[in-house]
């Protein structure tokens, strides 16, 4: 049963950035069923929670909430004046997905969340489809000075300077943008679509386990994914061949809107690759809410062109429909088995063979295991022609 509770030692206890919560240290979490992951709809909070005298809202230990009110409800008017001094146009959030994070100087969740913040904006920045506005606000109406809400710093524009970031930044001056938002917790991150309609919520980052930014980047692409009106054939997620793959069929540059445009109705996801000790990006192809990579993209960086196209998933069609997972090695002709060699580097252990010997090429990976079984298919690439560098 959810536990309704006020004392002095609770009140105390608010160390974090809660309504009305003194200012913390940096942002930790104490519960084990911590109120910390994105959630899209509000369900039962778990029977550890607690809710604070004269609210209705179930918290976790450390006071984060377990569900946010206006999830599936229309994101409420923001007016004001932005950090820069310029007013805000309420128009910047039309017509595109919106990450929005409320936050504030005097709250220390907030602070041990901002390096997350200025890496979260960086990443965003590569996506055309989806913006980011911070709106700071103070705990609260009787908390709005400007010693209250900046502290030694006395504004957002000379905290940015100190610390180097620089993001759009509305000021919440007197708390009804917090109130109007139903904010609970600082800090918090909405998830608005184009349609203005609050699709997610989530609060700290820093508290949160694996990658927190690269996790909550992934929650947006699902989110987005599941909510899009357009629709893949049923068949499959798309094909792969010497020809290409989807509708990428040559060279083009390695940046989100050239791989969107050859990948219409997937989700063209940022994310990094490891090979031979390095680590370098890529962009996955995501389709609809599958969390396999329908396709993932190398980059040539000499020529800043996609170098290779590669797919793993079993719903993603070969030239001869052959799919990852079933198709077998003996089901290859004569001839395209006599091109078949052993894999190097990243495809180690893998049996790689090729059609096309000059310009684009196109690869099946099958996996030996080791044993007398057929080599089954692991993964199909396309290797676009790349223009000729001047010597």
């Known amino acids: ?3 309704q509770f006020i004392s002095a030692a609770s009140l105390i206890a608010l160390v974090a950035c809660g309504q009305g919560a003194d200012k913390a240290d940096h942002g930790v979490s104490t519960d084990p069923n911590a109120a910390t992951g994105f959630i899209t709809s509000n369900t039962v909070a778990p029977e550890t929670a607690t809710v604070r005298e004269g609210e209705t809202i179930a918290r976790d230990a450390d006071g984060r909430p377990y569900s946010y009110a206006l999830l599936g409800e229309p994101l409420p008017a923001l007016s004001g004046q932005m950090a820069d001094g310029t007013a805000f146009d309420p128009a910047s959030l039309d017509g595109t997905w919106n990450v929005i994070d409320v936050w504030g100087i005097w709250c220390g969740d907030c602070m041990a969340d901002a390096p997350y913040v200025a890496a979260l904006v960086t990443a965003i920045e590569q996506d055309p489809d989806l913006g980011f506005l911070s709106i700071h606000t103070p705990a609260n109406a009787n908390r709005a000075t400007p010693s209250d809400m900046y502290g030694k710093y006395g504004s957002v524009s000379a905290y940015f300077e100190d610390k180097g970031y620089s993001y759009p930044t509305l000021l919440d001056e007197d708390a009804s943008l917090r109130d109007a938002l139903a904010i609970k917790w600082t800090p918090s991150y ?4 184009p349609n203005g309609v609050v699709r997610g919520f989530r609060t700290d980052l820093s508290v949160a386990e694996g990658e927190p930014v690269k ?9 987005k994914a599941e909510t899009k009106e357009a629709s893949l054939p049923e068949a499959s997620l798309a094909t792969i061949g010497p020809d290409g793959a ?3 069929s040559g060279a083009i540059p390695f940046n989100t809107n050239a791989i969107r445009a050859a990948f219409p109705g ?5 994310d990094q690759m490891q090979a031979e000790g390095q680590t370098y990006p890529v962009f996955k192809v995501v389709a609809d809410s599958q969390a396999e ?4 993209l190398e980059p040539d960086w000499s020529l800043g062109q996609v170098q290779r196209v590669t797919t793993t998933h079993p719903d993603v069609a070969g030239p001869g429909g052959e799919r990852v997972g079933s198709f077998t090695l ?3 002709t004569d001839a395209q088995r006599e091109t078949c060699q052993d894999g190097v580097d990243e495809a180690e252990g893998l049996l790689i063979c090729t059609s096309g010997d000059t310009g684009a090429r196109f690869q099946w990976g099958f996996a030996t295991n080791g044993d007398t079984s057929q080599p089954v298919l692991a993964r199909m690439m396309f290797l676009p022609e790349l223009p000729q ?3």
């Open 1 to 3: 049963m959810i536990r």
């Open 330 to 332: 003996d089901q290859l």
């Open 190 to 193: 909405l998830l608005v679509d």
């Open 293 to 296: 990579a329908a396709f993932v």
């Open 246 to 248: 989807a509708s990428l």
């Open 266 to 270: 997937f989700e063209v996801v940022p």
């Open 389 to 391: 560098t001047a010597d």
């Open 215 to 223: 996790d909550f980047l992934k929650d947006v692409a699902r989110v």
